[in-house]
């Protein structure tokens, strides 16, 4: 299965109920306010921060890779009354119908791009999206492996007599390669029976240096990298930071 494709059939259902953080809209609302309209978020889901950024009154498209997200995103928008677009592509095959003052990804998803390669691709997809004096916010995250006491163990969620389980196999950590790739079970059982899908969840991580480096083969000035945490000057073995790129 391609990264892409990974958010699809339960994995769905669990991301909405298992999902371990939500986002403050504020962030992501006070940038587009900031760098102008309309915006685009990408990665958007099933519409979160996405949603209460539209709700607000800003001009914000969502895009997602997958189709099953982007058609939980829409009937989360309906339910709510925002007339949102929100479209199915690739991250790396970007090409939106038109061009954005402010494109923004809420959390590390860029981290979902399985190489450099992706990334690189990625990268040049959303410059050509940006407009002329476009900006761009990128969160980035270099994860340590999965402790192994926790390998095996299962979140799960029971609602309405739907049990959804998300329980953590294996994993191959490369640090030569900046890849964590855990394979992983997703189980929902109801009065019908139990179904099973099993997936490859890949996270490829940068350094700072090296995105760095990648945005300048792509075109991309980096205006601000800063640590998630301190807020100050990402270091190189800084963990958690954000991105700030234009044209």
């Known amino acids: 299965m391609e990264p892409a494709d990974f958010y699809s059939g339960i994995v769905v259902d669990a991301y909405a109920k298992l999902k371990s953080e939500t986002f403050d809209p504020e962030p992501y609302l006070e940038f587009v306010k900031a760098h102008g309209q309309p915006g685009l978020e990408i990665g958007c889901g099933d519409g979160?921060?996405?949603?209460?950024?539209?709700?607000?009154?800003?001009?914000?498209?969502?895009?997602?890779?997958s189709g099953d997200m982007v058609e939980r995103c829409r009937a989360?928008?309906?339910?709510?009354?925002?007339?949102?677009q929100v479209f199915q592509q690739r991250?790396?095959?970007?090409?939106?119908?038109?061009?954005?003052?402010s494109i923004y990804l809420a959390g590390p998803t860029f981290n979902l791009l399985a190489d450099d390669e992706t990334a690189l691709r990625a990268l040049v997809a959303i410059r050509a999206a940006l407009t002329d004096?476009?900006?761009?916010?990128?969160p980035l995250w270099a994860p340590g492996p999965t402790p192994a006491a926790e390998l095996g163990v299962s979140r799960s969620t029971d609602d309405a007599g739907v049990e959804l389980r998300y329980t953590p196999v294996s994993e191959t950590y490369d640090r030569s390669l900046r890849t964590r790739i855990t394979t992983a079970r997703y189980e929902r059982t109801d009065a019908g029976g139990t179904e099973v899908a099993d997936r490859e969840w890949i996270i490829h991580w940068h350094t700072p240096a090296s995105f760095r480096a990648l945005c300048a083969e792509a075109g991309?000035?980096?205006?601000?990298l800063l640590d998630e945490?301190?807020?100050?000057s990402a270091t190189d073995d800084a963990t958690s930071f954000v991105a700030t790129v234009r044209r």
């Open 220 to 224: 991309l000035q980096v205006v601000a």
């Open 76 to 84: 989360n928008a309906a339910a709510r009354g925002l007339p949102t």
């Open 91 to 101: 991250m790396e095959d970007l090409s939106p119908d038109r061009r954005y003052a």
């Open 48 to 65: 979160e921060p996405l949603l209460d950024l539209c709700a607000a009154g800003l001009d914000v498209d969502g895009v997602d890779s």
């Open 229 to 232: 945490h301190t807020q100050e």
């Open 133 to 138: 004096d476009g900006t761009a916010l990128i």
